[in-house]
């Protein structure tokens, strides 16, 4: 008996199906004690008459007024506007910068070489397939740079 046998003997013998197998009960238990509620409304509400009504307006009417102050609070939050992030002003600015001249003007020529290079017919493209992603890293990196101190400065 090898290892992968063993293995997979351990494995088998845990029983993860059984665990799986159990969640959908749970739900069809629930089911089937909402479906036995709707039930006794309908007895209820045949029997009880316009008493029974009022009764279910009083506790609906409290239900009621929490749910609109929810729903102001909500309202309220969403009204707050949220100062505008300058964080990306500030990263064009340093990409445009003379810092960072040099890694956006080698950023810019990959992506014209990847997009000269897809735009090609498959028989036509020749080399390894080109990304950007080292050369975008490079600029993002000296963007992060010069822009930190100019962001922590703006947030004092």
């Known amino acids: 008996m090898g290892l992968t046998d063993t293995l997979s003997d351990l494995f ?3 029983g993860f199906a059984e665990a799986h197998a159990e969640a959908p009960a749970e739900e069809e ?4 004690s909402g479906s036995g509620d709707e039930e006794q409304k309908d007895e209820g509400g045949d029997q009880g008459g316009e008493g029974d009504d009022e009764g279910g307006d009083e506790d609906g009417g409290e239900a009621g007024d929490e ?3 929810e729903e102001e609070e909500e309202e309220e939050e969403e009204e707050e506007e949220e100062p505008e992030d300058i964080k990306p002003k500030i990263e064009e600015e340093c990409a445009k910068s003379a810092q960072c001249a040099p890694f956006k003007h080698h950023f810019d020529e990959c992506v014209e070489r990847v997009t ?4 090609k017919p498959e028989e036509e493209r020749k ?3 080109e990304d950007c992603v080292e050369e975008f890293f490079h600029l993002a990196h000296c963007t992060g740079q010069c822009a930190a101190p100019k962001l ?3 947030l004092k």
């Open 152 to 154: 922590f400065r703006s």
């Open 67 to 69: 749910e609109e102050e």
């Open 116 to 119: 000269e290079y897809e735009e």
């Open 127 to 129: 080399g390894p397939k």
């Open 12 to 14: 088998s013998s845990i």
């Open 29 to 32: 238990e629930k089911d089937d």
